[in-house]
């Protein structure tokens, strides 16, 4: 049976921020992502160690990362299209199983002794198109736990987990890295798979009756969707925003074993350290995106997230030292929180029900159609450049393109508009 519902104003306060979390369904969901997500982080510091010690070159951690995201892309919109026919929950019980025996082959092959950059890069390949199908109903499966009125603290919370594992799978695979080994880390994350499955088993929701959404082939319903997002501004602003940041913002995570090893000059477990510092950032700041940020009009939240995220990427690149490097990376993971959220948020309150997958794909599309784009062109500029010039070009190019969409366009208001289109004010 499913969870009885349970009436809960979601008032801005900081005594509010953890408001969803008296929804049972919520909190089995959102502990199982929290060890399964902590297992995925600490693989993804794991892949560019991996590459950079098989190659030593900025250039191939770009083409792993590049490879990671890139088939997503390809199963993005395949992915909308199932969470919008099938039931969500059963649609991931199927991806993170197929996502835990990628992660298992990882560790197989690397006990083996086989040390081949192609194998490697084949298996992320294909890691990056369940991926691809999973993250759409992933996303839009929170709407299905918690009622509108404390969605925006419900996708705030999910982003925390998230980034809360973002602090602990790197700081645990800076350790393992250092102690165990590459295998372990592939082992360990291929283990944490289990705690999702195991949420997602005992979460009882019924599945929605949905309106129709847009029939014919997948060509005819993408059309249908890009029509339904063109009709919502806010929507539509979302999608540029992201867009940036997958290209000019996030592809800095990628380069951290390049500052690790050519500009810090550390070790396994402090490299480990500047991936946990983007974690501890977004744990910092999720109180009050959660709390307080509720009250604060959805286009100022997002302003003032852009404006610290972008300045604290071009921190990071000038950094003199460690300590400051560290620093701005807790800035940075702060701000990615607050924009990840803001967008989730405004996303799921405009859509449409009958499209809500597949608008949701194609946002995560444009995401993961930019940062592998990103992570491939920055990992060149790296060469060519350095990594600090070519970091700081990428953060000033971000805060250049939100700033014309917040200042040049106004559809950065358009994100307060109301659900159906109607605007705000």
Known sequence: MPDP??????RPGLRQALVAFRYPNYRRFWVGALLSNTGSWLQAVTIPFVVYGLTASASWVGV??????APAVVAG??????????????????????????????????VSGVRSLAVVLALVAVGGLVVGVNIPSWQAFVSELVPREVLLNAVTLNSTQFNAARAFGPALGGLVLGTLG???????????????????????????????????SLRDELRATARSVRKRPGIVACFVIVAALGALGSP???????????????????YGLLGAALGVGAIVTAPFVAGPGAGMRRSRLITLAVLAYGAAVVAFALAPGYAAGLAALVVVGGGYLAIASTLNTTIQIQVDEAVRGKVLAVYLMLLTAALP?????????VEAIGPRAAVALAGGAFLAVVGWLRWGTGLVARMDDLPGGQSSS
């Open 77 to 110: 919109p395949i992915g909308g299209s199932i969470a919008d026919r099938f039931h969500r929950r059963n649609v991931l019980l199927v991806t993170q199983s197929l996502a835990a025996l990628v992660a298992l082959a990882l560790w197989a092959v690397w």
């Open 182 to 216: 590459v295998g372990w880390a592939f082992l360990l994350n291929a283990g944490s798979f289990l705690a999702v499955l195991a949420a997602l088993a005992a979460i009882r929701v019924p599945r929605l009756a949905r309106p129709a959404g847009p029939g014919g």
């Open 5 to 10: 519902p349970v009436t809960i104003p979601a």
């Open 64 to 69: 792993a990362g590049f490879l990671q995201f």
């Open 373 to 381: 784009a990103g992570v491939l062109a920055q990992g060149l500029l």
């Open 252 to 270: 800095v995570f990628q380069m951290l074993v390049v500052f690790a090893e050519e500009v810090f000059v550390v070790g396994d477990i402090r």
